[in-house]
């Protein structure tokens, strides 16, 4: 059982049975309107853009009874004063029931928790961590398969800096799951979270035998180099043409934002499965403020 009033940090804090837990809460939330966090108050506090993980969060909370307050701009914030983010997370304590934050610095959220007194719950701290993503994506997986053990999935594009494919591919270690790792060299897997038995490749047609293909943006803002990211942006185009090329049941996952992975022509194909995937989400980000909170 998730215990109440916990930190989400990191994907290995959680087991199968949490995740079965929060999959049966966002199938029950779909169909039931309930208003579990009445009363309640939830803190979004985005020190990085976002659309998706603000916005569901903040539609999770408010579905279920609580309001919302926070920011998404830090330049309309006391940070560009020069605030420090424990002051922040200090005084947004007083503010609020739970926070969700993210933030460009790895390990950012977890040096939150220690401070903090409320859940706070990890939206993204920079190419480390994003474990409520990775329980919708688990949740699109489960949807469309009816089970997570026994895929095949290959996972394309920014590797090296994709917090959603770290947070993944630790949870995926809890299932038998087969991994194929297709990015360029300069992007590859990071080495602590690859296993022997997986597939490390740059080849895209190594997807073509997947249940999954789990496409990523290839991300300008983690780049130290600009040029390094203009000769590797491009490296990985998903077309209709390859799409129509997949396993007959194979579904196509994307975190979003998509910049040019993803041919704008693949959306209408029934295997793309991102939007649905996205807006899911408001269910498992319900069931976990649920979890947590309710
Ligand atoms: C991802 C992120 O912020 O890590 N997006 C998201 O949360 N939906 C992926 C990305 O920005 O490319």
Do not use: W
């Not at 976002?50 to 579905?63: I, P």
């Not at 590797?159 to 799951?177: E, I, M």
């Not at 976990?288 to 909170?293: G, N, Q, R, T």
């Amino acid at each position: 059982m998730i215990q109440k009033k916990r930190h989400v940090i990191t994907i290995s804090d959680f087991t199968k049975e949490d995740f079965e837990q929060i999959f049966q809460r966002a199938d029950y939330l779909q169909k039931e309107n309930v208003k579990t966090l009445t009363g309640k108050i939830i803190a979004t506090l985005f020190f990085e853009p976002s659309t998706r993980t603000r916005l569901s969060f903040e539609s999770a909370a408010q579905r279920l009874g609580a309001t919302t307050l926070g920011f998404s701009d830090i330049h309309a914030t006391s940070v560009v004063k020069g605030e420090s983010l424990a002051h922040t997370i200090k005084m947004v304590n007083g503010y609020a029931d739970a926070i969700v934050m993210r933030h460009p610095r790895d390990g950012a959220a977890k040096y939150a928790s220690t401070i903090s007194k409320i859940p706070i719950i990890n939206g993204g701290d920079g190419a480390n961590q994003h474990p409520s993503q990775t329980m919708l994506d688990l949740y699109a997986i489960r949807s469309h398969f009816g089970k997570i053990d026994g895929i095949k999935i290959a996972m394309i594009g920014d590797l090296k800096y994709s917090r959603v494919l770290h947070s993944l591919t630790t949870a995926l270690r809890l299932y038998d799951a087969q991994i194929t790792f297709i990015a360029p060299e300069e992007l590859k897997m990071p080495q602590k979270y690859t296993r022997e038995n997986d597939t490390q490749t740059t080849d895209l047609n190594a997807a073509l035998n997947c249940d999954v293909i789990y496409s990523t943006r290839i991300q300008k803002e983690r780049f130290t180099d600009l040029n390094e990211y203009n000769r590797l942006k491009d490296t990985y185009l998903i077309t209709e043409n390859f799409t129509n090329q997949l396993q007959p049941n194979a579904i196509i996952l994307h975190a979003l934002p998509i910049v040019n992975e993803i041919d704008t022509k693949v959306d209408k194909n029934p295997k793309a499965k991102y939007f649905k995937q996205a807006n899911d989400g408001v269910y498992v980000r319900m069931a976990l403020l649920d979890a947590i909170l309710g």
